[in-house]
């Protein structure tokens, strides 16, 4: 059984996996028995954790259509759970259709049925669809967090993903702003989160130590236990944690967000 199923939702590149990495160190530091399925064909999500990359559950169904739970579902930083659904080769076939046959194959092998205190999902998309909308079926997940920066294109992202959300009733927990420092930035995301029925649950600081553990293929908790970075991730974990505030988000048109975006970046 497990307790929280939380699916992590951005744009490309925003900090999906980095935030996702860092919060399950964090959490498993408290204590909390975390498991983490990248749903990426980049199937990093897991790197910081484990050390090195993972294979990925469709290139070893590729090789053995039979695998045991071991050959896809592997022991990190604190025995954190680790897999990583990956996906075809680039040009090849729907991206998403990996996480479909990994979700399968996992189910089939009883990884759901571990004993764990919080699920997370890392979902590549600018938009929900397909196999990418899978870890927001309530068989999977029971609630969605967006990250985002207060970057246009990273909002504009936000605000498609809460389309999909709402498409499918998901339940928003809320945004987490991870900063790229641009003018402005917690105003408009709190403005933004306002504007689609939802919160900013937690920001995270743009920081060299993040980017320093990662060449180490280590999360900046498990590297520099005694940060800042780490004690902000220790706080969001937390947050994550204790909300049980969630929304069914309001997407805004996009002409509305042309609007709101212009308003917020000249103040
Ligand atoms: P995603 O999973 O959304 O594609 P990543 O987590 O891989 O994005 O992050 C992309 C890059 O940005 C990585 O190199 C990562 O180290 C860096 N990054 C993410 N968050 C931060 C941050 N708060 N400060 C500095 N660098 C960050
Ligand atoms: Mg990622």
């Known amino acids: 059984m497990c307790e929280k199923r939380i699916a992590i939702y951005g744009k490309g590149g925003i900090g999906k996996s980095t935030t996702v990495a860092n919060l399950s160190a ?77 979700m399968k194959q996992l189910q089939k092998l009883n990884a759901f049925n571990e004993d764990i205190d919080v699920r997370f999902y890392d979902v590549l998309g600018d938009v929900v669809c397909g196999g990418f909308s899978v870890p927001l079926r309530k068989d999977y997940a029971d609630e969605v967090y967006i990250v985002s920066s207060g970057e246009y294109m990273s909002l504009y992202a936000a605000n498609n993903i809460s389309r999909g959300i709402k498409k499918l ?43 320093d553990a990662e060449l180490d293929a280590k999360t900046v908790v498990e590297k520099y236990p005694d940060s800042d970075e780490t004690s902000i991730y220790k706080k969001l974990g937390k947050s994550l944690i204790e909300n049980s505030d969630y929304t069914i988000p309001e997407p805004i048109d996009d002409e509305e967000f042309e609007e709101f975006f212009k308003l917020y970046s000249k103040n």
Do not use: H, W
């Not at 028995?33 to 993972?54: Q, W």
């Not at 071991?70 to 930083?77: A, L, M, N, R, S």
């Not at 025995?79 to 090849?92: A, D, F, K, Q, R």
């Not at 991870?178 to 403005?191: C, H, L, P, S, W």
């Open 26 to 102: 964090a959490l498993s530091n408290e204590g909390l028995k975390v498991m983490v399925i990248g749903c990426d064909p980049k199937a990093d999500t897991t790197r910081t954790l484990y050390g090195m990359r993972i294979p990925t559950i469709i290139n070893t169904i590729k090789e053995n259509r039979n695998p045991e739970l071991e050959d896809i579902v592997f022991k990190g930083y604190n025995g954190i759970l680790c897999t990583e659904s990956g996906g075809p080769e680039p040009g090849v076939g729907c991206a998403g259709r990996g996480v479909i046959v990994a």
């Open 169 to 211: 009733k998901g339940q928003l927990g809320g945004i987490i702003l991870n900063k790229r420092n641009v003018n402005n930035e917690e105003e408009i995301v709190n403005a933004f989160a306002e504007k689609i029925g939802t919160k900013v649950v937690g920001v995270v600081e743009r920081s060299d130590l993040i980017q």
